[in-house]
């Protein structure tokens, strides 16, 4: 199953590829996107083929549920770098979503299972200070999760902003000092790692 979550998130940019350029409707688009696009590698054809039905079902519910925010659809994997203390920060916003020229951040997780809430809400502030640096201000952040439809919003305000890049800023000093002290945490327990992490071996009470 190596893969399963980017080629989601790869059929998912390519359904709103269609959209836009061939004015396909979401069903339509997902379907279409799922039998040109979809890949997994690593998997022999009878769990690709459960997967490629699986990823269908999926991607088919999450448009349904979110139809309307699938047609406020600006930009997808939009590519951003902006510096924080002495390093720079890359990476690919998966949707921009507009309306009334109020811009909203929007990434896509396959599950809740990978990364917290937290964690990924940061991820999604992160992108908003960088867009508002660059004079594209942000007004909404958001999760969606690809698994149950389900959106949750991300508070964008200045004070969370400011607060996410303390954090980074923090982050940042510590890779520059060279301290990986480990953050043990509940979540390691779902931690694709977990069997070669010698921190989770040590700790298994």
Request: aromatic residues 8%.
């Amino acid at each position: 199953m190596i893969g399963y979550g980017k080629t989601l998130h790869y059929c998912l940019r390519n359904t709103s590829e269609l959209m836009q350029s061939e004015g396909y409707d979401p069903i339509s688009a997902v379907i279409t996107a799922i039998d040109r696009n979809f890949q997994l590698p690593f998997a022999g054809k009878v769990l690709f083929d459960k997967s490629k039905d699986a990823a269908k079902r999926t991607l088919v519910q999450f448009v349904q549920k979110n139809e309307e925010d699938m047609n406020r659809i600006k930009e997808v994997e939009s590519r951003l770098e902006f510096p924080i203390q002495r390093a720079t920060i890359t990476g690919k916003v998966d949707v921009i979503l507009h309306e009334n020229g109020k811009l909203e951040v929007r990434d896509y997780k396959t599950s809740d299972e990978v990364t917290t809430l937290k964690e990924s809400s940061m991820q999604v502030q992160l992108y908003s200070l960088g867009l508002n640096m660059i004079k594209h201000p942000v007004e909404k952040g958001s999760i969606a999760y690809l698994d149950n439809g389900d959106v949750k919003e991300v508070t964008v305000d200045e004070g969370k902003l400011l607060k996410a890049k303390s954090v980074a800023e923090e982050q940042i000093g510590a890779i520059q000092d060279k301290k990986f002290d480990p953050k043990i945490s509940d979540f390691c327990l779902k931690c694709d790692f977990k069997t070669i992490c010698r921190w989770c071996k040590n700790n298994d009470d």
